[in-house]
């Protein structure tokens, strides 16, 4: 009987306490956190610099709560000025010299965000969510260039759905790790550098 009466009351207080963390509509702020190794492949170079966000779509997608109520998760704060001050903070480590991109200089690098789509699907047990990110860099050196598209997909399993704070890491790490990938990429560099 005390079995049954510590059961039915652990039931209700879980069913109190979920209702208190139901899902709400995620704005995201993109900030991500670039990690490169110091080098001096610039040595001093002027390179100009732009970024931008060229999704159509602000929304990423929607995640679920335990009881399929489905919120929508969005960036609607453009993040290219918080993505071109950590990317520039990287290539100054580097050895270039940056500056706003225009269109007469010679050396230019320009970064468009092209994709951020988040997906939560509720499994049996937990809640798998994955985030999606794809960038691409258009590097220019005097009359030769190079093009190259970087994808990245970050994953993340719980027993509960994503709350903001989750899917705020989830599209910052999927963010940085493109942006990493780029600014490692070695032809890239090399072409900025000559």
Do not use: W
Request: with cysteine; charged share 30%; glycine share 4%.
């Amino acid at each position: 009987m005390k079995t049954s009466v510590l059961l039915a009351t652990a039931a209700i207080a879980l069913s109190m306490s979920m209702q208190g963390c139901s899902l709400k509509t995620q704005n995201l702020r993109i900030d991500p956190d670039i990690k490169i190794r110091e080098a001096q492949i610039g040595n001093g170079t002027t390179l100009g610099l732009r970024i931008s966000d060229a999704r159509s779509e602000k929304k990423l997608g929607e995640v679920g709560d335990p009881d399929r109520k489905m919120v929508d998760v969005s960036v609607e704060e453009d993040p290219s000025a918080a993505i071109y001050q950590r990317v520039s903070q990287a290539l100054t480590k580097m050895g270039f010299s940056v500056e706003p991109y225009n269109e007469s200089m010679d050396r230019t690098l320009d970064i468009q965000i092209r994709k951020l789509e988040l997906q939560s699907v509720k499994k049996p047990l937990t809640f798998d969510t994955e985030l999606r990110a794809e960038v691409a860099a258009h590097a220019v050196n005097s009359t030769e260039y190079y093009d190259r598209q970087f994808n990245v997909r970050t994953r993340k399993d719980g027993a509960a759905p994503p709350f903001e704070k989750d899917s705020t890491l989830l599209v910052n790490t999927a963010v940085a790790q493109a942006l990493e990938d780029l600014l490692a990429d070695e032809e890239l560099l090399s072409l900025l550098a000559r």
